[in-house]
């Protein structure tokens, strides 16, 4: 058992492409056509880190109550956590690209942290050893 997919509700699909794969460096997993349940076109959109088993649905908000939450997922809260082997080069890649770290690199009992935003405006944490 495994958890295959997390959604990140999104304002356009192609802006949170760019922003996973181009910056943070995340491969496209599937882009196709589909639908909505009531009949309506979207995409599927799915993202994965290099060598990853979890995705992540990149959902583009459709309505008032999706657009409301883009960004705010998990209150404010830190809610997406990505691990990397090597802390100070992801944090410099990262930083030199304009991700936004709310919180700069700090070292906890289970290694080193820092807290950026996607583009949603989701809190994650950068973990490495």
């Known amino acids: 058992m495994r958890i295959d997919l997390v959604t990140v509700v999104v ?3 192609d802006v949170a492409l760019g922003f996973f794969v181009d910056v943070l ?8 056509p589909a639908l909505t349940n ?3 076109p979207k995409r ?14 990149l959902a583009q908000a459709d309505g008032e109550d999706q657009a409301a939450v883009v960004g705010r997922q998990v209150a404010g809260r830190v809610g997406f ?11 410099r890649r ?3 690209a304009g991700v936004e770290f709310v919180r700069g690199p700090r070292a906890e009992p289970y290694g080193r942290v820092a ?15």
């Open 11 to 13: 304002d356009d699909y």
């Open 25 to 32: 460096g995340f491969e496209v997993a599937e882009d196709v």
């Open 38 to 40: 009531d009949g309506r």
């Open 44 to 57: 599927w959109v799915v993202v994965r880190p290099p060598g990853g088993q979890t995705g992540v649905l």
């Open 81 to 91: 956590f990505l691990r990397v082997e090597d802390f100070d080069a992801a944090y």
């Open 94 to 96: 990262m930083t030199s």
């Open 115 to 129: 807290v950026f935003l996607d583009i949603a405006g989701n809190h994650w944490d950068l973990l490495g050893p």
